[in-house]
């Protein structure tokens, strides 16, 4: 089946530190690939996506690679803010079949501290 | 409004009591998502709507969870006769488009954190 799997949390990072997440995949499927947030007490946000090899998604600071041959979509950020600090997740979704399924990895919980 | 709107934001009962759970999503989206995320894990999907048809139920864990979208609009989770391991919090989503359009975002409420006693 479809799974995600995230590097373990929690990171702490000082403001202005450079950031990278580990995402990798495993889908049944071509999948389209996606990172949420989620900060404290409130629902998913969408960050960012790629939908093809070799997309770049990019999103306040933040950009992610889908890397086809690596099955990869590491999230970096090259400096931090405080206001960063929120659980990521990296999730994919198959086309074909149930398309609509977001499959999400445990999330990886950021700490940035000033 | 602006969002998927979710009622209410917290919800506790005794183990063996029935709840509901109630989801707004973005007005005229044509996709509804039921989500379940326990603590410290990712969301699990649940089930599936577009518009008022249930197309995938696959992950409901068990016969005491049901979900309803009469007339294509809100939607709501009924979970009876409650059981610890159903404390979670309960993620809506909904998307403008029908399923097939697998790069379509879902857009997700804030979510109903339950808790059973």
């Known amino acids: 089946g479809d799974s995600v799997t995230q590097m373990e949390g929690p990171v702490t990072l000082s403001e202005e530190a450079f950031l990278t997440i580990n995402c990798t995949y495993t889908a049944t499927g071509y999948p389209s690939l996606f990172w949420y947030v989620q900060y404290p007490g409130e629902g998913l946000q969408l960050l960012l996506k790629?939908?093809?090899?070799?997309d770049k998604g990019s999103n306040k600071g933040f950009e992610a690679t889908y890397r086809k041959e690596t099955t990869s979509f590491h999230l970096e950020k090259g400096s931090v803010q405080v206001s960063d600090s929120a659980v990521y997740f990296c999730?994919?979704?198959?086309?074909?079949?149930?398309?609509?399924?977001?499959?999400f990895g445990k999330g990886t919980l950021l700490t940035v501290n000033p | 409004g602006a969002g998927v709107s979710q009622s209410p934001r917290y919800k506790v009962a005794k183990r063996g009591q029935d709840v509901a759970l109630r989801c707004d999503p973005i007005?005229?989206?044509?996709?509804l998502f039921w989500y379940q995320q326990a603590l410290g894990q990712g969301p699990e999907f649940l089930t599936y709507f577009q518009n008022e048809a249930q197309l995938d139920k696959s992950g409901l864990p068990s016969d005491r969870f049901f979900a309803e979208r009469p007339e294509g609009s809100v939607s709501t989770l009924k979970i009876q006769r409650t059981q610890q391991e159903d404390s979670a919090v309960y993620l809506c989503?909904?998307?403008?488009?029908?399923?097939?359009?697998?790069?379509?975002?879902?857009?997700f409420g804030d979510g109903t954190r339950l808790s059973i006693l």
């Open positions: 999730a994919l979704r198959v086309s074909g079949g149930s398309n609509y399924k977001l499959t």
């Open positions: 790629a939908t093809k090899a070799d």
């Open positions: 989503a909904s998307s403008s488009l029908g399923g097939q359009y697998s790069n379509q975002p879902q857009h």
């Open positions: 007005s005229g989206h044509v996709s």
